[in-house]
Nanobody
């Protein structure tokens, strides 16, 4: 059974940092593209970042470029999202997801990922 479990969310002030982790079980990550997505109240789920399986290429939403970094450790079956200089607009539920994708992960919409975690809340507020 494929399962993702996120952790690391919390309440922080603007300008602070958080590191999200997502551990996979029931399979190995080697052939999966992995992504971090977020959903704010009243908004659609959006892709924050993703990392491909084949060449490790990454993609970022414009709103987080230069502040967030995605990485993966296949040996630990884990994907990370390092979030720096957090802003209020980064608030939302953050989900990790995985899928076997033929092309660069940046070309795929959230609905094309079939394996999802339960989410972790990130709140940025003063």
């Amino acid at each position: 059974q494929v399962q993702f479990v996120e952790s690391g969310g919390g309440l922080v002030q603007p300008g602070e940092s958080l590191r999200l982790s997502c551990v996979a079980s029931g399979f190995t990550l080697d052939n999966f593209a992995l992504g971090w997505f977020r959903q704010a109240p009243g908004k659609e789920r959006e892709r924050v970042s993703c990392i491909s399986s084949s060449d490790g290429s990454t993609a970022y939403a414009d709103s987080v470029k230069g502040r967030f970094t995605i990485s993966r450790d296949n040996a630990k079956n884990t994907v990370y999202l390092e979030m720096n200089s957090l802003k209020a607009e980064d608030t939302g539920v953050y989900y990790c997801a995985g899928e076997v994708l033929a092309l660069s992960c940046g070309l795929y919409a959230p609905q094309e990922y079939n394996y999802w975690g339960q989410g972790t809340q990130v709140t940025v507020s003063s």
